[in-house]
């Protein structure tokens, strides 16, 4: 079976729990099956969240769904927010590397990353993330809290960690997540990890001692965020007959949507960042690519001079490309394109429809882009 089709039978099985999820998601039970698991396809865009909007809709009344879309609608709006937010992006980036360099022989982070802090469900949840790729969003959340507040590391190295361990591992989702639980996102709110939380929603499985957490951590120190920068504009021609699309991490069914979705294209798979993931994940995304491969007969290029190439063999001169999300591949996809059109290929970008439509309304808090969100379903049913 392919990624895909594994995760349209996925969400086509998680249908009978979508009543029952706003009262189950919040439990971290083991096997994970009050949630969908969907996010290490929706990630890369193996399934959109438009298509499991629209399946569930078609399925269940609003009004029983809602949970579960507006689940969905934070990833479009973490999204949306950190496209509006570059600088965002480039700070946590910058202070990563610094960080890295200083923390390297730090016996905290050490035992941390290494799951013996002596915490026993921190060590847990280490392991997990480790050896699954995969932590459920209220241990995420655990996770993080104790990191920043109780171990009293640097939220940047933690979101770092976190987003090479797992299979959804997601510049906007996570960095915006772990600012979230730091208080940076709604300036003074901060998420506080509590043992009676941990234990009820783990079900007695974790129990920490409340001398073990720190229970009235202040916020960190508000950081700077620039203005809302507006999106970028791009194209809303189709690619013609003959010409060429780039398809790469960030949206692997590229080849499937209707933005690009013409005959006699010829894909190229881009497949040149060499970023730090753990082999769970690695193992996760080469599936996934081989997949699209296999489907639209894309060609690997691994360099610009490989692209420059295979454009050219294919005697045109323009190249298409989805426009990746901020985060890492952006920066990689930003050098290619300055150096094909140095080059003399037109380098033409796309974004799909529903982020045209919703990263503009992402600019403040998740309930105003919710609200304006809702209504616009609304009106579609
Ligand atoms: C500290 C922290 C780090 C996180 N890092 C990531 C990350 O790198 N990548 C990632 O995809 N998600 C991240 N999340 C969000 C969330 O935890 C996961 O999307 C969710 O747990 C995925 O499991 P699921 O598919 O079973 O979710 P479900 O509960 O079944 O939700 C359905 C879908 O809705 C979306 N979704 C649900 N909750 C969130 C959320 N809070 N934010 C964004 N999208 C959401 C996902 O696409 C998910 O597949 C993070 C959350 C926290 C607190």
Same mark, same amino acid.
């Given at each position: 079976?392919?990624?895909?089709?594994?995760?349209?039978?996925?969400?086509?099985?998680?249908?009978?729990?979508?009543?029952?999820?706003?009262?189950?998601?919040?439990?971290?039970?083991?096997?994970?099956?009050?949630?969908?698991?969907?996010?290490?396809w929706?990630?890369?865009?193996?399934?959109?969240?438009?298509?499991?909007?629209? =399946? *569930?809709?078609? #399925?269940?009344?609003?009004?029983?769904?809602?949970?579960? /879309?507006? +689940? &969905?609608?934070?990833?479009? %709006?973490?999204?949306?927010?950190?496209?509006?937010?570059?600088?965002?992006?480039?700070?946590?980036?910058?202070?990563?590397?610094?960080?890295?360099?200083?923390?390297?022989?730090?016996e905290?982070?050490?035992q =941390? *990353?290494?799951? #013996?802090?002596?915490?026993?469900?921190?060590?847990?949840? /280490?392991? +997990? &993330?480790?050896?699954?790729? %995969?932590?459920?969003?209220?241990?995420?959340?655990?996770?993080?809290?104790?990191?920043?507040?109780?171990?009293?590391?640097?939220?940047?190295?933690?979101?770092?960690?976190?987003?090479?361990?797992?299979?959804?591992?997601d510049?906007?989702?996570?960095?915006?997540?772990?600012?979230?639980?730091?208080?940076?996102?709604?300036?003074?709110?901060? %998420?506080?990890?509590?043992?009676?939380?941990?234990?009820?929603?783990?079900?007695?499985?974790?129990?920490?001692?409340?001398?073990?957490?720190?229970?009235?951590?202040?916020?960190?120190?508000?950081?700077?965020?620039?203005?809302?920068?507006?999106?970028?504009?791009?194209?809303?021609?189709?690619?013609?007959?003959?010409?060429?699309?780039?398809?790469?991490?960030?949206?692997?069914?590229?080849?499937?949507s209707?933005?690009?979705?013409?005959?006699?294209?010829?894909?190229?798979?881009?497949?040149?960042?060499?970023?730090?993931?753990?082999?769970?994940?690695?193992?996760?995304?080469?599936?996934?690519?081989?997949?699209?491969?296999?489907?639209?007969?894309?060609v690997?290029?691994?360099?610009?001079e490989?692209?420059?190439?295979?454009?050219?063999?294919?005697?045109?001169?323009?190249?298409?490309?989805?426009?990746?999300?901020?985060?890492?591949?952006?920066?990689?996809?930003?050098?290619?394109?300055?150096?094909?059109?140095?080059?003399?290929?037109?380098?033409?970008?796309?974004?799909?429809?529903?982020?045209?439509?919703?990263?503009?309304?992402?600019?403040?808090?998740?309930?105003?882009?919710?609200?304006?969100?809702?209504?616009?379903l609304?009106?579609?049913?």
């Amino acid at each position: 079976m392919t990624s895909r089709a594994a995760a349209l039978c996925q969400l086509s099985t998680f249908q009978d729990r979508v009543p029952a999820y706003p009262h189950n998601r919040n439990f971290d039970r083991s096997g994970h099956a009050d949630v969908s698991c969907l996010s290490k396809w929706i990630r890369y865009r193996a399934i959109t969240e438009e298509e499991c909007i629209s =399946a *569930v809709l078609a #399925r269940h009344p609003f009004e029983v769904a809602e949970k579960f /879309v507006q +689940e &969905l609608l934070w990833r479009t %709006y973490w999204k949306g927010w950190l496209e509006l937010h570059p600088r965002v992006w480039e700070s946590y980036h910058r202070s990563c590397g610094a960080l890295h360099d200083e923390f390297a022989t730090h016996e905290g982070y050490r035992q =941390a *990353v290494e799951g #013996r802090t002596g915490l026993s469900w921190f060590d847990d949840w /280490v392991k +997990e &993330l480790q050896e699954t790729g %995969y932590l459920h969003n209220h241990s995420r959340m655990w996770f993080a809290s104790v990191w920043i507040f109780t171990l009293e590391l640097p939220w940047q190295l933690g979101a770092d960690f976190m987003y090479r361990h797992l299979l959804d591992g997601d510049s906007a989702s996570n960095t915006l997540s772990w600012r979230w639980v730091g208080g940076l996102h709604t300036p003074g709110k901060i %998420y506080v990890a509590r043992p009676e939380n941990i234990e009820k929603y783990s079900e007695g499985r974790w129990r920490p001692s409340a001398s073990e957490l720190n229970l009235n951590p202040r916020p960190l120190p508000m950081d700077e965020i620039g203005a809302v920068i507006p999106l970028e504009p791009v194209s809303t021609h189709p690619p013609r007959s003959g010409e060429c699309v780039l398809v790469h991490d960030d949206d692997m069914s590229a080849d499937l949507s209707l933005e690009v979705g013409v005959p006699h294209v010829a894909f190229l798979q881009w497949c040149g960042l060499g970023e730090d993931r753990s082999p769970v994940v690695n193992s996760h995304r080469e599936l996934l690519r081989r997949d699209t491969r296999d489907r639209s007969h894309a060609v690997v290029v691994e360099t610009e001079e490989a692209v420059i190439q295979a454009v050219r063999a294919r005697s045109t001169q323009v190249l298409h490309i989805v426009k990746p999300h901020c985060g890492d591949l952006q920066g990689s996809i930003a050098g290619l394109q300055a150096m094909l059109e140095r080059s003399g290929i037109r380098v033409i970008l796309h974004r799909r429809a529903w982020d045209e439509t919703y990263f503009p309304l992402a600019g403040s808090g998740f309930f105003p882009f919710w609200t304006a969100v809702k209504r616009r379903l609304d009106r579609g049913r």
